[in-house]
């Protein structure tokens, strides 16, 4: 049994499994559709607990084996794929937790590696714009997720061979292995850490790239990437204090996908960032905590309105960009909501040089709920 999280219920949607309070009395059958918000926030305070997923669909070798070229069938819009491989990831952090893998760590990780170069390599702007939409999944699945997008597409920009790119994103996928027993606690804590809780993330890249090894990961690349993604250029980082050009290159790509993804991904104790004002903050600590050439190729290849920003427009209406801005192109802007704040049935593209359409404003995926169907119909119809 596992504690349930406040991204496992979902307003209007049958819940996907029954819930038991912690003598395991059932307290909703499967299927039970909660309506009322504050139904949801009373489970989460009393405490509710779901099954453990059951370990074949883990275990499944056509999924899992790394001579599997993808993790999910590729004949799915690369939108749907992200949020499979976000359920994917939330069972395997399941399994973990409960020491429940009865297989060697390396190709379940690697067939979710192959599915996000697939995906990155088919439609990158859709995999972007999921994930930054996604409130269905768990912090750490999201945050990592998206960081290991983030460095494949940087890394594809910087003609990376294959091996270098799965190594990579294996390291974007595990690098927080030995957060998992606290990630819970620290997605609730509002409050700053205690010393105990300090030295227990001070020394997370070591522990993890120490389990990864004892479950079987061989790759020294990954490995070391585990062990310093939080080392810092001007040497300010942990747990071994490195500075400049003693970083891996790879190591410090994967900080800044990190910290990008850490400040946009929305936890229970705090909304994300906007993407535009995560990039800013990371580029004024260009130079000093990050590769400064890495940092601007990174913004540039994201751009400052990444797919699913969410913005509001100078005549009224709601927006979202679909696609990353190309050179000297406009932003590919798509109404969502007419300017007496109505959702539009099919969305309406809209010229981003028009005055009218003029950006004034970010807006939050809560603020737009009610178009999360034709959201999603921008990157899963032709």
């Not at 899992?64 to 395997?92: G, W």
């Not at 429940?100 to 599915?115: F, K, N, Q, S, Y």
């Not at 891996?248 to 535009?276: E, H, K, W």
Request: hydrophobic letters at 40%.
């Amino acid at each position: 049994m596992r504690r349930i999280l406040q991204s496992d219920l979902v307003l209007n949607e049958p819940l996907p499994w029954p819930l038991y309070d912690e003598d395991g009395n059932l307290l909703l059958r499967e299927g039970y559709v909660l309506s009322i918000p504050r139904h949801i926030n009373t489970l989460l305070e009393r405490g509710a607990y779901a099954p453990l997923p059951p370990i074949e669909a883990v275990e499944q070798p056509t999924l899992l084996l790394p001579e599997c070229n993808a993790i999910l069938s590729t004949a799915d819009p690369v939108f749907v794929r992200a949020e499979r491989l976000a359920m994917s990831l939330k069972r395997l952090h399941a399994h973990l937790q409960a020491a429940t893998l009865r297989t060697e760590l390396h190709p379940v990780v690697l067939g979710l590696a192959h599915g996000i170069l697939d995906a990155c390599q088919e439609d990158a702007d859709a995999m972007l714009a999921a994930l930054h939409l996604d409130r269905q999944h768990p912090y750490l699945v999201i945050q990592q997720l998206l960081g290991a997008t983030l460095v494949e597409i940087a890394a594809g920009e910087l003609g990376l061979d294959t091996s270098e790119r799965l190594s990579l994103a294996c390291a974007a996928l595990t690098r927080d292995l030995s957060l998992l027993s606290m990630q819970a606690q620290l997605d609730q804590q509002a409050s700053a850490l205690t010393p105990q809780q300090a030295a227990w993330v001070h020394s997370h890249p070591e522990r993890s790239a120490s389990l990864l090894a004892e479950m079987g990961v061989k790759d020294s690349v990954w490995l070391e990437l585990v062990r310093q993604h939080h080392e810092r250029y001007d040497g300010s980082g942990y747990p071994q204090g490195l500075r400049g050009d003693a970083i891996l290159p790879g190591a410090r790509l994967l900080a800044i996908a990190d910290s990008y993804a850490a400040m946009v991904t929305p936890r229970p104790n705090r909304a994300g960032q906007f993407p535009r004002d995560a990039l800013k903050a990371l580029f004024l600590d260009r130079v000093r905590l990050y590769d400064d050439p890495l940092l601007q190729l990174s913004i540039k290849t994201l751009t400052m309105n990444p797919p699913g920003t969410l913005v509001r427009l100078a005549n009224g209406e709601f927006a979202v960009v679909r696609s990353r801005k190309k050179h000297n192109e406009s932003i590919d802007l798509w109404s969502l909501y007419d300017s007496n704040g109505m959702p539009i049935l099919r969305p309406q593209y809209r010229d981003s040089t028009d005055p009218a359409h003029d950006i004034t404003g970010s807006l939050r995926v809560e603020d737009c709920r009610s178009a999360a169907l034709v959201l999603k119909r921008l990157w899963t119809q032709p």
